[in-house]
């Protein structure tokens, strides 16, 4: 079955200031690479690349180097 509607990438918006070492991707096979940019909160817009990193046992994506993140920061986790 093919699902209506998709979406291609997972967003972390932020309330508060956070150091982010490792996030949780439901559905996201083990062993595949992910792409974590920094986007623009209000546009999505792309701003940088901030790690890569591969999902490990039940979904988790352990980061190298924590991604610290400020309130009203927002970053998408992009599988490849």
Do not use: N, Q
């Not at 509607?5 to 949780?24: G, K, L, Q, S």
């Not at 083990?30 to 909160?41: A, L, T």
């Amino acid at each position: 079955m093919i699902s209506l509607y998709e979406d291609p990438h997972v967003t972390f918006r932020f309330a508060d200031d956070w150091t982010i070492p490792r996030f949780h991707l439901e559905g996201v096979e083990v062993g595949c690479r992910v792409s974590v940019f920094k986007i623009d909160p209000t546009t999505s817009e792309r701003l940088g690349l901030l790690a890569t990193a591969t999902v490990s046992d039940e979904g988790w994506v352990e980061l190298i180097e924590p991604i610290i993140v400020r309130a009203g920061d927002a970053f998408i986790a992009v599988p490849k």
